[in-house]
């Protein structure tokens, strides 16, 4: 188990893949953007990065506006 913070949130996981832990938050949704300690991860590099102790993701909806 490792503790990250997950949009402020501290929570506890097994997954260490980022794309698990997205799938287990997000579900199917695909319109979402994800930041990993403030760097933004592109949607197909989701499954190649490995969260560590510590790490802050941020999980957004995009908002439409004009």
Known sequence: ????????EVMKTSN????????EIR???S???VAVN????PGT???KVTLK???EIEVVQPVGGG
């Open 1 to 8: 188990m490792i503790s990250i913070k997950v949009n402020g």
């Open 16 to 23: 260490v893949a980022l794309s698990e832990l997205i799938h």
């Open 27 to 29: 579900g199917e949704d």
């Open 31 to 33: 319109f979402f953007a």
């Open 38 to 41: 403030r760097l933004v991860i």
């Open 45 to 47: 590099q989701l499954g």
């Open 53 to 55: 102790e510590g790490d």
